[in-house]
């Protein structure tokens, strides 16, 4: 597979303006990811909750994925106002029509949550099944600390064994040569796709390291680390290589399918009554998503919007899109809903309306730039998880790992590519959260 004059190519990591404190990171060149100085104290019961939640998300994305109808349907009116939603069903809906099938099916994947102190509950932000990121660094980090707490953890008061082990790197290289070994071919390689000018390089390395590089050879894997977003596609000449890729008989990670089970609209679809049962089959396994879905709706909903406008500060405005920076919060939803109600067409069906989660805030070390500096911070945990299936059975099904990542309080988004936040670890501790 060639793609060549396509964005997807890898470059050094480039020096970048900090979003978390004003002005620029001296030197030039290479940076050091931003990372707190010490773990965040997380409650062990939140913390076996999420883990237990990974297996059934796997296998909840890849049930979905084979539901071409479902996909279609639910994203039919977002296509209409949305070109690159558009443009990945028109992939998509080619596929369906020569009925191609995937006989093995990978999925690297990451659900987000926080835990809301208003209810006392975990509840999910989103569900990532294309560029999971900070596998790679995040681990570090999570040894940074263990290292750290070994060392201090006596003064301090706390215990290195508290922090969990992470394996999400070596998991996911796991998944990838195990895809690799399924496609059964010995000559062939497994290709990462990334971004041009990629900032994000090293946590990539991570993965990369165990496994071979080599060119001119069959492509077993495809491991996407760009493609969710339009400037990812700047000409047609991207999108001839995602349709080759999803055309050939690579293992997509993910395939075009998966993509899309990954969307806002089709969270906010299988929040719905009754969807969940359209694809699983456990009462318990469907009762424990359930239970941390967060308030989720779409715009056709007249009294929610209502409620969103004279209450912005409760509800988060979401596009389909990934990658950071792109929800609307507090007075930009409340005119962006009202300049929505007043368009003709379509135009609500690009949005999700989604409830805003409160977690309770803490002072945390941060450090960016080679700057350590105290401020009110709120964490978000990602649980990580892997799934392999061939056409007889589930090869891989698994939990593996996490990424906590944590930002000044004042701050909406929480990304920490796009300058957000910083990468941290989890301390697990017995606490109850005070509802407040």
């Not at 990539?204 to 760009?226: C, T």
């Not at 501790?429 to 005070?434: L, P």
């Amino acid at each position: 597979i060639k793609c060549e004059n396509s964005c997807w190519s890898q470059l050094i990591v480039m020096n970048r303006t900090s979003r978390l404190r004003s002005g620029t990171v001296p030197g030039v060149g290479l940076v050091h990811a931003p990372f707190s100085l010490l773990p965040t104290r997380f409650p062990a019961s939140f913390w076996k909750q999420a883990c237990e939640l990974a297996p059934i998300f796997n296998e909840l994305v890849d049930r979905v994925s084979l539901d071409g109808k479902f996909l279609q349907g639910s994203l039919s009116r977002t296509k209409q106002v949305d070109d690159f939603t558009a443009r990945l069903l028109e992939i998509h809906a080619k596929m369906m029509a020569v009925n191609k099938k995937e006989d093995i099916r990978l999925g690297l994947h990451r659900s987000d949550y926080m835990l809301d102190s208003e209810t006392n509950s975990l509840l999910q932000i989103e569900l990532n099944t294309i560029s999971t990121s900070f596998p790679g660094l995040g681990s570090l980090v999570s040894e940074l600390h263990r290292t750290l707490l070994n060392q201090y953890g006596e003064v301090l008061g706390l215990d290195s064994e508290r922090i969990p082990r992470n394996w999400a790197a070596i998991q996911f290289a796991e998944a990838l040569g195990k895809a690799w070994v399924e496609y059964n071919n010995e000559s062939a390689v497994v290709m990462m796709i990334v971004q041009a000018e990629e900032r994000n390089m090293y946590d990539q390395y991570w993965l990369i390291n165990h496994l071979k590089e080599s060119d001119g050879r069959p492509v077993a894997v495809v491991y996407f680390r760009a493609g969710y977003a339009p400037t990812d596609y700047p000409s047609e000449v991207e999108w001839s290589a995602r349709l080759l890729i999803e055309q050939s008989s690579a293992i997509k990670c993910p395939s075009i399918s998966y993509h899309l089970v990954g969307t806002k609209k089709i969270q906010q679809e299988l929040a719905k009554p009754s969807v969940l049962e359209r694809f699983l089959d456990n009462e318990e396994d469907i009762a424990k998503l359930r239970k941390c879905f967060a308030g989720l709706w779409s715009l056709d909903n007249e009294e929610i919007v209502k409620s969103a406008i004279e209450k912005p500060d409760l509800f988060v405005l979401k596009p389909q899109r990934e990658g950071g920076g792109n929800n609307l919060y507090g007075h930009d939803l409340r005119e962006t809903l009202i300049r929505l109600k007043n368009e003709q067409g379509e135009a609500l069906a690009a949005y999700i309306l989604m409830q805003r989660i409160f977690p309770r805030a803490s002072l945390t070390q941060l450090v960016q730039g080679g700057v350590c500096f105290e401020e009110l911070s709120i964490s978000e945990l990602g649980i990580f998880g892997s799934y392999l299936r061939n056409k007889d059975k589930v090869v891989i099904n698994n939990q593996c790992g996490y990424l906590m990542r944590t930002k000044v309080s004042s701050s909406n988004e929480g990304g920490v590519a796009a300058g957000f936040a910083v990468l941290d670890s989890i301390l697990l501790t017995d606490e109850v959260i005070i509802v407040v």
